[in-house]
């Protein structure tokens, strides 16, 4: 149980000046054949030119992504180049219905002969944005300021390891996408989302050597965390596995259904394929004795035993099937059922369990002390 009073995180505070606050480049838009954008007094930088241009009052500037209509495909240049930004005196530059902050970029994407298009945007007007798509605006401040020291963490994390804040060659740091996580735009940010962005501003969570942790979360656990080698095989430092029953009576229902005996067979094929260089011989599958403690199944086809992880299972045969790593595999004949509970990968910050938490009353700290109890929280800037 978690108890008041557990939190044991460090501040630390230097007496030195902090960071300036970082920006982050967000990729908002893949494969686009033309882009058009509009604001007001709009400043445009057309980079391969080396020019600048300034317009007075409201402008809509139109590219054209597609090659064939300008140039041919063979003066298209071979790698992704930042073609042009745009930016507005007033802070917003709409791009179809969407207005952002910050600066809108335009990459070309050769291979597709088409354009991408980038939100360079500051660190904590990203965060008063996603909250509203990786939480929900209106959810209690607490577990918004929970999500954002996550988030920002995450976005730190991948600032730092990409090559560093200022490095002009990286085009973008993460993706607004569940690949990363999914940003919006000026239209979702709310009284409660400035609130949880400036009441953590330029905190993040550290790993017990210091070092900047990439701090993931996910919707719902469903009765635990998984550790980040549970789920995708890399160690990363001050993971634990924790019971979370604050998601239980929220959001997707266990569920519950029968796997047919030769379609797991397929699954497990490709599975070995992929993540084992291994393959089944035979098609005698036994499965054996399964527990929501394994993160892998076990199962002899034929004479030979395979371990299995779970995610790898997840990851091909798709959240809809395996909404998420916490389930339970057993086997009666010839058929095969799947008991689970939760929604995404399950590591890090329980999205569902944290709105719990922050009705009942805890604090953001209390909330990240509970499901990231290793690490510690830090003012990068
Ligand atoms: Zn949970």
């Given at each position: 149980m978690l108890k008041t009073g557990s939190c044991f995180f460090l501040l630390l505070f230097s007496a030195s000046s902090?960071?300036?606050v970082p920006s982050v480049k967000v990729l908002i838009a893949k494969s686009l054949k033309r882009v058009v954008v509009e604001g007001m007094d709009l400043e445009k930088t057309i980079h391969t030119q080396h020019k600048k241009q300034q317009y007075?009052?409201?402008?809509t500037i139109a590219f054209n992504c597609n090659p064939s209509a300008s140039k041919t495909k063979s003066q298209m240049p071979k790698n992704p180049l930042l073609v042009a930004s745009l930016s507005s005196p007033t802070g917003l530059v709409?791009?179809?219905?969407?207005?952002?902050?910050?600066?809108?970029?335009?990459?070309?994407?050769?291979?597709?002969?088409?354009?991408?298009?980038v939100n360079l945007i500051p660190m904590e007007?990203?965060?008063?944005?996603?909250?509203?798509?990786e939480m929900n605006g209106t959810w209690p401040v607490e577990a918004l300021k929970a999500q954002a020291v996550a988030a920002r963490t995450y976005a730190y994390d991948r600032i730092k390891k990409g090559m560093g804040f200022d490095n002009p060659d990286k085009l973008?740091?993460?993706?607004?996408?569940?690949?990363?996580?999914v940003s919006g735009t000026f239209h979702d940010i709310t009284q409660k989302t400035l609130q949880a962005s400036r009441e953590t501003s330029g905190m993040i969570l550290v790993g017990p050597s210091g070092k900047i942790a990439p701090a993931f979360f996910h919707s719902k656990c469903g009765g635990k965390t998984f550790r980040p080698d549970q789920v995708w095989g890399g160690v990363e430092e001050g993971y634990r596995s924790v019971n979370c029953t604050f998601c239980q009576k929220t959001g997707m229902?266990?569920?519950?259904?029968?796997?047919?005996?030769?379609?797991?067979?397929?699954?497990?094929?490709?599975?070995?394929?992929?993540?084992?260089?291994d393959e089944i011989q035979g098609t005698d599958v036994k499965l054996?004795?399964?527990?929501?403690?394994?993160?892998?199944l076990r199962m002899y086809v034929g004479d030979r035993l395979h371990i299995i992880k779970k995610s790898y299972l997840r990851n091909l045969a798709g959240r809809e099937l395996l909404p998420s790593n916490n389930f339970i595999m057993s086997m009666k004949n010839n058929e095969f059922m799947v008991k689970g509970q939760g929604y995404g990968h399950g590591v890090g910050l329980c999205q569902l369990g944290a709105l719990e938490?922050?009705?009942?009353?805890?604090?953001?700290?209390?909330?990240?002390?509970?499901?990231?109890?290793?690490?510690?929280?830090?003012?990068?800037?």
């Open positions: 902090y960071a300036a007075s009052g409201r402008k709409s791009w179809g219905k969407h207005k952002y902050q910050g600066e809108l970029q335009l990459l070309t994407n050769p291979g597709q002969e088409s354009c991408d298009l007007n990203y965060i008063t944005t996603l909250l509203s798509k973008y740091h993460l993706e607004s996408s569940e690949k990363d996580q229902k266990d569920w519950n259904y029968q796997i047919k005996g030769q379609k797991l067979t397929s699954m497990v094929d490709q599975v070995l394929k992929r993540y084992y260089a054996m004795p399964d527990s929501l403690a394994n993160s892998e938490l922050a009705k009942r009353g805890y604090d953001y700290r209390q909330i990240l002390s509970f499901y990231f109890p290793r690490h510690q929280l830090k003012k990068a800037y």
